[in-house]
């Protein structure tokens, strides 16, 4: 049968009827007709389909939880997570909290500590990733730096600083030896996060930023980075020693650990004969002058 207008435009075929009532499109033959979109529900007359049924419930939830969001988002001022907000909050330190066992004069107490993998640390025998103190005797001066604990402000300022000065310890014939009582994988993350924002290392442009490489196991040699000088691993050229099992054993034979554990913020230089020439403890929460340490070099007897 051909298509006729009517048809086209719902009205009903010829010889068709429509029941009484009855407002919706027609169907196809042999099927009831479809209701008409805009009429179908109870709502209101006019109100379009889509805001209508499930699917208008839908939306509806979706407007209300996006309106809630933008209530909490003003009442609630979102807070930058910056350094300061990592800070712990504990109560005031005692800016020295120890007694030193040493002084001006005395030999400096020989020690083996744990270190990271460096020009300094030995690779061989039963020393194997360790410092020996007393390896620097009738070679080198040595300056201790004793800093409380990792990843803490002051700390994480204090020895990227000496980085700066490189030079001028190495014009004096000095190693600078980095004492903690954290252990040497909390000083590996802490040492490479110095180098992670290092600018100019390659990963402050998102190349690889806030990545590092797997930490090297007992015995392997670690490949430095870009931005690591001297062989070391990590931010800092000079090595850095683990204190922390037996538990600062080596701060307490200085006279240096805290009641709570930590090292106090210290400097102990000595000279190349192993006997201490200078020392320096300062408030646990300040960073000591430089040139404390260059003055204190410069001072020691020559060669």
Not at 104 to 127: E, I, R
Not at 234 to 241: D, H, Q, S, Y
């Amino acid at each position: 049968m051909p298509r006729t207008t009517a048809s086209c435009t719902g009205n009903p075929p010829p010889g068709r009827t429509v029941p009484a009532g009855r407002t919706g499109r027609p169907g196809r033959p042999g099927r009831p007709d479809r209701p008409d979109r805009t009429t179908q529900t109870s709502s209101a007359p006019g109100t379009p389909y889509w805001l209508t049924g499930r699917t208008g419930l839908l939306l509806a939830a979706a407007i209300l939880a996006l309106a809630l969001l933008g209530v909490l988002a003003v009442a609630v001022p979102l807070q930058a997570a910056g350094l300061q907000d990592l800070i712990y909050p504990d109560a005031p330190r005692k800016p020295v909290d120890s007694v030193l066992k040493v002084a001006v004069g005395d030999t400096a107490p020989d020690f083996v500590l744990p270190a990271l993998p460096g020009p300094y640390t030995s690779t061989s025998g039963t020393d194997t990733g360790t410092i020996r103190l007393s390896d620097f005797r009738g070679k080198r001066a040595v300056v201790l730096s004793f800093v409380p604990a990792a990843f803490t402000p002051v700390c994480s300022g204090q020895w990227p600083g000496y980085n700066i000065a490189r030079e001028e310890f190495e014009r004096r014939g000095a190693v600078l030896l980095g004492i903690t009582t954290d252990n040497l994988p909390s000083l590996y993350a802490w040492t490479r996060e110095m180098v992670e924002r290092t600018p100019g290392n390659g990963n402050d442009e998102g190349h690889g930023a806030g990545q590092s490489s797997p930490p090297p196991r007992k015995g392997q040699t670690a490949v430095p980075r870009q931005g690591e000088v001297g062989g070391a691993v990590g931010g800092v050229w000079f090595p850095v020693l683990s204190d922390f099992w037996p538990h600062g054993a080596v701060a307490a034979s200085y006279g240096l650990l805290r009641g709570d554990g930590m090292a106090e913020r210290a400097l102990v230089i000595i000279d190349r004969q192993g006997i201490i020439r200078h020392i320096h403890v300062s408030d646990v929460n300040k960073r000591p002058p430089l040139d404390i340490i260059l003055r204190a070099l410069d001072a020691l007897p020559s060669p």
